[in-house]
């Protein structure tokens, strides 16, 4: 039986009449009932047309109250329009300015108001309620000339009203169910907390809101073409039109869906919940659900049952999301999909892997078993941040089906992006445009989902052409608590799904004890998905049967709560209950079903007992086989050359340097220019960083490697060097990219600026570099330091990642870094962040042989660069693809060195036989005398340039060498060692423009200490120690370059160097 709610005001909720049993009981005077107040109250809403509408009720309000309250133009026009007044009459202009001059008051033109008797207040709620309507009806005879010639006189008009405005509340008030409607819904299986945290029934869902009185409710009303709780009629009597709506919006679905800006869609969302008898589910669709539910509760209580003192993030609670999430995979297949990318925080992943990916079981339970050694690299994670991909059969439609649960930290949304990097990859690769094989699931927790920005940074790519997955479905577990703390306590929003209102997201919030409800919640929004190519969230709102782990007590912080969860049966048993007393399923048949799975978990138990070994390597959720197929350690210690012919050089340059072909395209001024240049490099053999860059993403284009470039303006760059896409100045949105059409058959090239986000573009290209081995993904920060706002994705996933989930991921990043007086936040990538997280030991010599180099690389985490000049850093991409293996690459790209008139590379540089330079000596006169050089200065980066003109100008050049170690990470050992033994005489300087806290010195210090076996001391020259990581005054930046070039070419004290920054004085 569905109540009816019939109190005016807002704020607690009283006793509600039921339909069936005539005159509700409210209107016979029942008492309110105390409620709990949790929040505000909600801000109400006028749901009438017209544009005026909240403006016109309160004057019309403060008329009532008193007339003399409001202007006189105001009081003229009610009182006319109270009166009847015809459109046209009721409202009378103001006298001009110099009417009103006199003392004497101006008599205005105004109908008589005849009396009227007496009303009671309760009379007058009704009335204030009527004149409105009539009101609102008279505005839009204004707005709208031709009503007021339907109208007719003013007799004609209010029997029109009379007519109308039953008809005009009817319609606010569906109006008022479908955007507030789940405020009333039984949302939560506790029955002690509303999901919107407010207690309080809006009082647009109540009937005296609308003077409605008894004999309406069998007043048969035309229904307005925005429901569907008709059916096939097209009026019902007030009393259906309210149960219907009670059963579509207020019963254990609630539904937000009227922020959508879309008719259609929020039309086919309608149809799809309010058509009677929508939601009916046949009984083979009910014991399918039954048996999936004894899956997903007999897996929990098995791991309880065996391993009770294990942390497992169980489900306990919510397990009705293993039934959810294989229906809307279910749905899908049907739909086409064929590959399904998930991602998902660690409470219920090992029961999503048993009974949704199926991993096989006896894998799982050896996570348990602490006693097993792993036989394969890496450190491993716990078995509740492990993902895995799989191939299956999907029973439902006899599909085969690819599942990849995506393995995450205990950085709960960290891995959304991830992703959905990962999903777009594939959907690349397999040219599925529209996103109809392959498509992406996050999960996730609902602190997590309201707390947590990446959330939203991540909805924010869900609509960019570069970015878009076509849709996404979220399912929210809702616990209704976040570790300890009470949601009244962790969020400010309504509901925690209301982040996903910024993309106009419908949100489906359903009681998780209802499994036919979250069954049918789960299907809409599979055809949601594949109808509109849109996102949409499914909030389940449920509870967490334990503490925050197996071995939390929840009781400390919420004993209410656990109170009530104590006595809360398990929603296996509500719905066996209900299906064997529907006469759905037997007893029998039910508890076969719970012993048919009882022995599987029993027998994978057993078998998982006799396994000797642990194999990180079959968690992989994006495996390479065919990358490295017949690979063996051995076979992946080459690498071939990364120079290319001097005509491939010459064809990407001479493209580079063309307008487009497009003879109407205009170009801007300074980008003819630039082309001009790149003709002028082109013809005289030489590169700057820009051309060598564009050289190496074309010449691995046309080896069929594809290359996807993305962040912050990288398009143009951000200081202006790239300019990969050249826009027409007179045309919107029509454009050219030279890298994308160098050959008819080579590889894609995608380069495209982001949002203004760091940490989620960054865990997406992290994710599309996951995909296949076989392309470069660069991202690059506007700034180096900018990087920082994505150090999650940084620290758990691109330097840890392959030691913990035997991952591996060619991902490149591109950190602008380099002191030239731009201040704190524009001049350091924070190289120090990445050298620190390097896993080499400085104090371990490394055996030197020939397949030192490569060696080294595979046994590293990542690689960190530093490069000097534009050859090295063409030759550090085209190696990035080239190596049998893939790791991480981090590169402090320049600033300055950009356009530096010394900063240029040869075509002679990156022609076959060529390579990267992992040092770079000193070729000039000092490194001709080696036995005569008093210092050997080791740099990376920029400061070389400083540190050359500043010796070149002290007349030095053959007293100073002057070594660029370019590859930082792994150390070169063996060429640091070589350059050391060759100037025996030589006093050893690290010297960086960094601050001495910072940069690379606490990292190359004890590996140049090491390689000379501690017998030579290194003296360091830079900046001092500093909390900021640059000045914000030029001058003091020109102070601090010219000490340090100073103590770098001083021979004199060459011993303290270190010892010879200034230090403030503290005391003042």
């Known amino acids: ?70 202007h006189k133009s105001w009081d003229v026009f009610f009182r006319n329009a109270q009166r009847g ?65 339907e109208l007719g006189s003013s007799d004609e008009m209010r029997t029109r009203i009379e007519t109308v405005v039953p008809h005009q509340r009817m319609h606010a008030m569906i109006r008022a169910y479908q955007i507030r409607g789940h405020q009333c819904a039984k949302l939560d299986p506790l029955g002690i907390m509303e999901a919107d945290l407010d207690t309080s029934t809006p009082r647009e869902l109540t009937l005296p809101y609308y003077r409605f009185s008894e004999e309406d409710l069998d007043r048969t009303f035309v229904l307005p073409q925005t429901t569907f709780i008709g059916g096939g009629n097209t009026s019902l009597p007030l009393r259906d039109i309210i149960q219907r709506l009670e059963e579509t919006y207020c019963q ?74 294989k229906t809307i995979i279910d749905r899908c297949t049907e739909q086409g999909a064929e590959s399904f990318v998930m991602g998902m925080p660690h409470r219920g992943r090992l029961n999503v892997l048993a009974n949704v990916v199926r991993k096989d079981l006896d894998q799982i339970l050896c996570q348990f078993d602490s006693s097993l050694e792993a036989d394969d690299e890496g450190s491993g994670d716990v078995k509740y941040h492990l993902g895995c991909s799989h191939m299956r059969l999907n029973r439902t439609t006899n599909k085969s089906i690819k599942l990849a649960l995506v393995a995450n930290p205990s950085h709960l949304e960290a891995v959304d992006p991830v992703v959905q990097g990962k999903t777009r990859a594939e959907q690349y690769y397999r040219g599925d445009i529209e996103g109809k094989k392959v498509m992406s699931i996050l999960m996730h927790g609902d602190a997590a989902f309201a707390g947590q920005g990446v959330v939203f940074e991540t909805f924010h790519l869900s609509d960019l052409p570069a970015y878009t997955t076509h849709g996404t479905i979220h399912v929210v577990v809702n616990n209704q608590i976040g570790f300890t703390t009470d949601p009244r306590f962790s969020r400010s929003s309504t509901y925690c799904t209301d982040v996903a209102k910024v993309v106009e997201a419908p949100i489906f919030h359903v009681n998780a004890d209802d499994p036919e409800a979250v069954a049918h919640v789960c299907n809409v929004a599979a055809d949601w998905r594949s109808e509109f190519e849109k996102d949409v969230v499914i909030d389940l709102v449920c509870y967490r049967r334990g503490g925050h782990n197996e071995m939390d007590e929840p009781m400390f912080t919420q004993p209410l709560m656990y109170k009530q969860i104590g006595k809360q049966p398990t929603v296996l048993r509500q719905y066996a209950e209900k299906l064997i007393s529907e006469g759905v399923v037997t007893q029998e048949e039910y508890e076969e079903e719970v012993s048919k799975y009882d022995k599987i978990c029993e027998e994978a138990y057993q078998q998982a007992r006799e396994e000797k070994i642990l194999s990180i390597k079959h968690w992989l959720d994006s495996p390479w086989t065919d990358f490295f197929k017949d690979k063996t350690r051995d076979s992946m210690m080459v690498c071939e050359s990364t120079g290319v012919g001097e005509d491939i050089l010459t064809h990407v340059g001479t493209f580079m340097g063309s307008p487009p072909p497009d003879p109407k395209f205009t170009i801007h001024g300074g980008v003819k220019r630039i082309l001009r240049q790149r003709a002028t490099m082109v013809k005289e053999r030489w590169v700057d960083w820009a051309m060598a860059e564009a050289m190496a993403f074309g010449s691995l284009m046309h080896s069929g ?70 392309a470069l993904v660069l991202w690059e920060a506007q700034f180096g330091d900018f990087s920082n706002t994505a150090q999650c994705i940084i620290d758990q996933f691109i330097s840890s990642g392959q030691a913990k989930w035997v991952r591996q991921t060619g991902i490149t990043l591109l950190l602008p870094h380099g002191y030239e007086g731009m201040g704190p936040e524009h001049s350091s990538a924070r190289m120090e962040r990445f050298l620190q997280m390097s ?114 100008a002290r007349d030095l050049d053959d007293k100073i060498a002057i070594v660029r170690i370019e590859q930082i990470s792994p150390f070169p050992f063996d060429m640091v060692k070589q350059q050391c033994d060759l100037y025996p005489n030589a006093d050893l300087v690290w010297a960086q423009e960094e601050h001495k806290n910072m940069g690379a010195w606490n990292y190359i210090q004890p590996r140049i200490r090491t390689t000379v076996n501690r017998e030579r001391h290194v003296s360091y020259a830079g900046r001092a120690s500093a909390a900021a990581a640059a000045t914000g005054a030029k001058q003091s930046h020109q102070q601090e370059l010219t000490r340090l070039l100073q103590h770098a070419m001083n021979l004199d004290n060459h011993v303290a160097l270190w010892q010879s920054q200034p230090r403030r004085n503290l005391t003042g």
Not at 2 to 16: E, I, V
Request: with cysteine.
């Open 839 to 952: 896993t080499e030991d400085p104090d371990l010599y490394p055996e030197i042989d020939e397949r030192f180099e490569i060696r080294q690389l595979f046994d590293h985490n990542w690689i960190v660069a530093n490069c000097t000049t534009p050859a090295n850093y063409f030759h550090l991409l085209r190696r990035q693809v080239l190596l049998p293996f893939r790791k991480p690459l981090v590169v402090m790209t320049p600033k300055s060195l950009l356009r530096h008139p010394e900063a240029r590379s040869s075509f002679d540089d990156m022609l076959p036989g060529t390579t990267f330079q992992r040092l770079i000596p000193d070729l000039g006169p000092a490194g001709q005398n080696h036995e005569q050089v008093q210092r050997l200065i080791f740099c990376t980066g920029k400061v070389y340039y400083d540190l050359t003109k500043e010796r070149k």
């Open 705 to 774: 490697f594809h290359v996807r470039l993305s962040g912050q303006d990288v398009e143009r760059g951000t200081f202006s060097q790239r300019h990969h896409v050249l826009h027409d100045q007179n045309r919107d949105k029509v454009f050219w990219t030279p890298l994308d059409n160098l050959w008819p058959d080579q590889a894609p090239y995608t380069v495209c600026n982001s949002s203004l986000s760091e940490y989620a573009v960054m865990g997406f290209e992290l994710g599309y570099s996951m995909s296949n081995p076989n």
């Open 252 to 325: 254990t679905i609630g539904l937000e869906y009227m922020h959508i800006n879309d008719r259609e869609k929020c039309d086919w969302i309608r149809q799809k919940f309010e058509i009677p008898g929508i939601m009916s589910m046949s009984n083979e669709t009910k014991r399918l659900t039954l048996a999936r539910l004894v899956r997903s509760t007999r897996f929990e209580q098995f791991l309880a049952t065996k391993y009770p003192a294990e942390k497992r993030f169980g489900l306990e609670g919510c397990e009705v999301l293993i039934p959810a999430l």
């Open 1 to 70: 039986m569905y109540t009816l709610r019939t109190f005016w005001t807002s704020g607690p909720k009283l006793a509600r009449g039921v339909l069936s049993q005539g005159v509700p009981a409210a209107l016979r005077g029942t008492p309110a009932q105390p409620a709990r107040l949790l929040t505000t109250s909600v801000q109400q809403e006028s749901f009438l047309n017209g544009s005026s509408s909240n403006y016109v009720e309160e004057m019309y309000l403060a008329w009532l109250d008193n007339p003399k309250s409001v």
């Open 85 to 149: 007044a015809a459109p046209g009459e009721a409202y009378q202009s103001p006298p001009p300015m110099a009417a009103m001059m006199p003392v004497q008051p101006v008599a205005w033109p105004m109908m008589p108001l005849p009396a009227a008797p007496a009303v009671t207040s309760e009379q007058m709620s009704g009335k204030v309620i009527d004149d409105h309507l009539a009101v609102q009806a008279i505005i839009r005879s204004y707005q709208d000339p031709s009503v007021g010639q």
